[in-house]
């Protein structure tokens, strides 16, 4: 059998072991998905082989840590320089992530979209940050500190903390920082965010459950989504790396989809 896991600080909210569970029993596969709280990033990749996994996801505040890990990174994240997929190829170390393209699938829907703001500078905002620039939108990162937004600016990004940003109308703003996920903080100010959201068609949201963020959107009719989409197609492409792309996408992304309503 094989083992995987999901290393992050906090995990016991995620729905990743039961969409990757889930999918292993639907597609008669001998695997297990786990929960790992990792409070030490770098301690992961001692970790990723004192447990023998075949392979593991990654999520806050440990998708740096991730990246530094590896022995190898394939695909957007040797640009991201942020890992949310790894894989044991013979006791190499190999990273991937799957957040950028997940993304993507998700806001697939949001039509005319030339302009973002990005709330947040960890790593789900740089996957998001790239993933937006390979389809032309050169998108905008607000965060409260500025040693963070560093490494966005030596890569091209425009970047504002609180104090130096000027509000400027977007037509998407995506929250990926953990405000609301346990508490009822909303990312930014209230009174920034409502001005966003006057001039906004979409909203964003990496949480995949109702938020303050999400509400306030909501209720100046703006589009809106939450993370499960992302997380979705995320978790869909992180199972098929797990299986060398063998599988069928939509195959693994039905017995996920029935993990979600099973959550809901």
């Known amino acids: 059998m094989t083992l995987y896991t999901l290393f992050g600080n906090p995990v016991a909210h995620s729905l990743s072991p039961r969409m990757h569970n889930l999918a292993f029993a639907r597609l008669g596969i001998q695997g297990a998905y786990m929960r790992s709280l990792l409070e030490d990033g770098e301690r992961l990749r001692e970790v990723f082989f004192a447990l023998k996994l075949n392979g593991a996801n990654v999520t806050v505040p440990h998708k740096e840590a ?12 040797t640009s991201i320089k942020a890992v949310n997929t790894l894989i044991n190829d013979n006791g190499v170390l ?4 799957t957040d950028a393209p997940g ?13 973002a703001l990005i709330l947040g500078a960890g790593g789900t905002a740089k996957a998001l940050a790239y993933a937006l620039r390979e389809t032309g939108i050169a998108p905008t990162i607000l965060n409260r500190s500025a040693p963070k937004l560093e490494a966005f600016q030596k ?10 940003f000027s509000l400027t109308p977007f037509d998407l703003i995506i929250n990926t ?3 609301g996920l346990s508490d009822n903080a909303l990312p930014a100010s209230k009174a920034v965010l409502e001005a966003l ?3 906004a068609s979409y909203v964003f949201e990496v949480i995949y459950k109702p938020t303050p963020f999400l509400a306030l959107a ?3 009719g703006l589009t809106c989504k939450d993370g499960k989409e992302m997380l979705l197609w995320q ?30």
């Open 66 to 77: 991730a990246f530094r890990a590896c022995d190898k990174v394939l695909g957007i994240a």
């Open 94 to 97: 190999v990273g991937y992530n």
């Open 103 to 115: 993304f993507l699938r998700a806001i697939a829907s949001f039509k005319t979209v030339r302009s």
């Open 155 to 164: 890569d091209g990004f425009a970047c504002f903390t609180h104090e130096t």
């Open 177 to 179: 920082t953990s405000a």
């Open 197 to 199: 959201f006057t001039h």
């Open 218 to 220: 909501s209720a100046h």
């Open 235 to 264: 978790g869909v492409l992180a199972f098929n790396l797990f299986h060398h792309n063998t599988l069928a996408e939509e195959t693994i992304a039905t017995a996920m989809q029935e993990a979600l309503r099973l959550s809901s």
